[in-house]
């Protein structure tokens, strides 16, 4: 049967010819309304006596019909094949939405609401059609797929079990004469290497490591609301292990008896994992996540699950909002909120969080730790909350770089449940020779860091990454979000998006991310891999200093799998202080150093070289501070913007 033609009075005219800069009532929902239209139209032929169907394709006449009238544009003239298709004058938003609640019916969508699917119109014009356009313009231009493949590849092994590569451990730096200070909030603030020393010498007991953070976490949850669940009973019973392991004369090494907290989209059996949500606030996982098994087998010890933003997204969870030790008068940003504050306040002396698009590499920017976003692979993800396969990363936050290697260390390898982890054989970054290295820096660095190191031997050269794909942000909108959408579709199918934290958050973006068509998601992640190869061909540098919250390189960073090692820099007071004559409150400066994949050892290495001989990732919050004047404004004054997408036109 041949199907029904679709054919205007004028060839220019595209399905897509109403522009970002045309009123927003004539952009609400042509595009969207050719799609339905092809759809409806091909129903009806393929069963002319459907009568759902042939009132589809009437609504979808009738509001072509309106839309040309209110954009003054050449008439379409639509032809089919049913001769009983009449048509109906209903006045224009009857029409409209009839229209388009008869396209996500077609799609099986036909859950939202009037108000919903308008939001969605809107927002699939507004965001989605630029995006379509620019990946088109970039990979799509020839036909064959000869060009551009996607970097989504399919292996059709069953074999899981990989074996395990025969790498060396780390040759940990030895730190002689550390000693126990007689001040609890000393030992709070002492780096994983300097506690690991004192359990080892047995100045100290796991034990009583665990009774200090847990103190402190109960004092500052109230403040920060970082802390989703207090793992008390599992920490004592994890310690006790620890010093009679030690007592028998064996030690796991560095993290053995250290105690953590775990961002808490990470599974762990008999606690709650509420992935920061309403919805799930009650959930108990029977899965022991590969992470948390990592650092059980190191000897490490479980004190809380920090908090994550809601579902993974920013620092709104279903218990508050987590706050900056820095800063009260802030939030953390970033979804891994909890784990950042913590180890910022001396809460925990490390804590393992993730990323997906800045999740990591904002809240430690804005708290003033050091974090460790790895290789992509580095670190499998069984029994963690998924957002995008290809995207998802675990990773460190400490006080220090040197830190970061050493939990680096102990959570990488392959998972043989996790098919995008892998067994990477990293270089020792303690035995790094940086005085070989050549390492750029963009026009956003921070100079003092390029000082720094540039003193200690490293050839440091002006640097920028080039590459012509201009629709980066818009490739990880479409695949974080459609990713997300394949994980939560029951959740946004029986409403329970209604309950969500935030709702302009994830439920908004979500519901548009329903209209992304199959075709432009691949197209996307074709881009992706055009990204992908002029990145590696203009990443001529051991690694670079740069900027690590422009939202661009935290795009183009998280598409590609670069590692990035976030560090401290320096300190500025705040814009508006609190009235008191003395406030220590502080904007955080911050810089990233970004290397290649699985060259994870240059940056750790760099940012070792660079704190060796400067003291900002030893500076203390003031998060004791609060005095009469000195309050927390809720809301704060310091309102954060939302994030914003860019399309390079």
Request: aromatic residues 8%; glycine residues 6%.
């Amino acid at each position: 049967m041949v199907a029904p033609q679709i054919t205007t009075c004028d060839p220019t005219i595209r399905p897509c010819l109403l522009t970002r800069g045309s009123p927003p009532r004539t952009r609400t929902c042509a595009p969207l309304l050719l799609l339905l239209l092809g759809l409806t139209v091909s129903l009806t032929v393929a069963n002319p006596s459907c009568e759902s169907s042939v009132s589809m394709v009437r609504n979808c006449k009738q509001l072509w019909k309106i839309l040309d009238r209110k954009v003054s544009v050449p008439r379409r003239r639509i032809t089919t094949s049913p001769s009983n298709i009449t048509q109906t004058e209903l006045p224009d938003k009857t029409m409209e939405a009839k229209c388009l609640q008869s396209m996500f019916e077609l799609i099986d969508s036909g859950f939202f609401n009037e108000t919903k699917i308008q939001e969605i119109a809107n927002g699939a014009t507004e965001m989605n059609l630029p995006i379509y356009r620019t990946n088109r313009k970039l990979v799509a231009t020839k036909n064959g797929g000869l060009e551009n493949p996607s970097p989504l590849v399919f292996n059709a092994s069953w074999n899981r079990e990989v074996p395990r590569a025969q790498a060396k451990r780390f040759n940990y730096p030895s730190l002689s004469g550390v000693r126990l200070p007689e001040n609890e909030e000393d030992i709070a603030f002492m780096s994983v290497l300097e506690l690991g020393e004192l359990i080892k010498t047995k100045q100290v007991t796991s034990k009583e490591l665990v009774r200090i953070y847990l103190k402190r976490l109960k004092r500052y949850n109230h403040v920060l609301e970082s802390v989703v669940t207090y793992t008390e009973e599992l920490a004592y019973k994890q310690a006790k292990e620890a010093d009679d392991l030690l007592s028998q004369g064996t030690y796991l090494g560095p993290l053995h008896g250290i105690p953590y907290g775990l961002k808490d989209i990470v599974a762990v059996p008999g606690y709650k994992t509420t992935w920061g949500s309403t919805s799930f606030k009650d959930q108990v996982l029977d899965i022991e996540a590969w992470v948390y098994r990592r650092l059980k087998a190191s000897g490490a010890v479980l004190v809380a699950k920090l908090v994550t933003g809601s579902l993974a997204y920013d620092d709104i969870w279903f218990g508050g909002r987590t706050r900056n030790p820095w800063n009260i008068e802030e939030f953390s940003t970033g979804s891994s909120a909890g784990p950042a504050a913590s180890t910022s306040a001396g809460m925990v002396p490390f804590a393992i969080g993730s990323e997906t698009a800045g999740s990591m590499t904002y809240p430690a920017a804005r708290c003033g730790v050091t974090a460790f976003r790895p290789t992509f692979g580095s670190v499998g993800r069984t029994g963690v909350m998924s957002l995008s396969e290809s995207l998802d990363k675990l990773g460190p936050f400490c006080r220090t770089a040197a830190d970061c290697a050493v939990v680096l260390d102990a959570i990488k390898g392959k998972d043989p449940d996790d098919l995008s982890s892998r067994e990477i054989a990293f270089v020792d970054p303690f035995s790094v020779d940086i005085t070989k290295l050549t390492v750029g820096y963009t026009k956003d660095a921070d100079m003092k860091v390029v000082e720094v190191l540039g003193s200690k031997g490293v050839n440091m050269v002006p640097f920028e990454l080039n590459y012509t794909v201009d629709s980066v942000q818009g490739i990880l909108n479409f695949t974080m979000d459609v990713d997300m959408l394949a994980h939560f579709d029951e959740w946004q199918r029986t409403g329970q998006e209604d309950l969500y934290e935030a709702q302009d958050q994830w439920p908004v973006e979500l519901r548009r991310a329903r209209v992304v068509t199959a075709v432009d998601y691949i197209q996307a992640q074709r881009a992706r891999g055009k990204l992908i190869r002029e990145v590696e061909k203009s990443f001529i540098v051991d690694a670079f200093i740069g900027n690590v919250t422009d939202w661009e390189k935290v795009c183009m960073g998280n598409l590609v799998g670069l590692p990035v090692l976030v560090i401290p820099t320096g300190f500025k007071n705040i814009s508006e202080p609190p009235p008191t004559k003395s406030c220590r409150r502080r904007t955080t400066i911050n810089a990233g150093i970004y290397a290649p994949p699985e060259r994870d050892h240059i940056a750790l290495a760099l940012g070792m070289a660079y704190q060796s001989v400067t003291d900002a990732h030893k500076r203390r919050p003031p998060v004791d501070d609060l005095g009469p004047d000195d309050s927390i404004p809720n809301p704060p004054r310091a309102i954060i913007p939302p994030r914003r997408l860019h399309i390079h036109e």
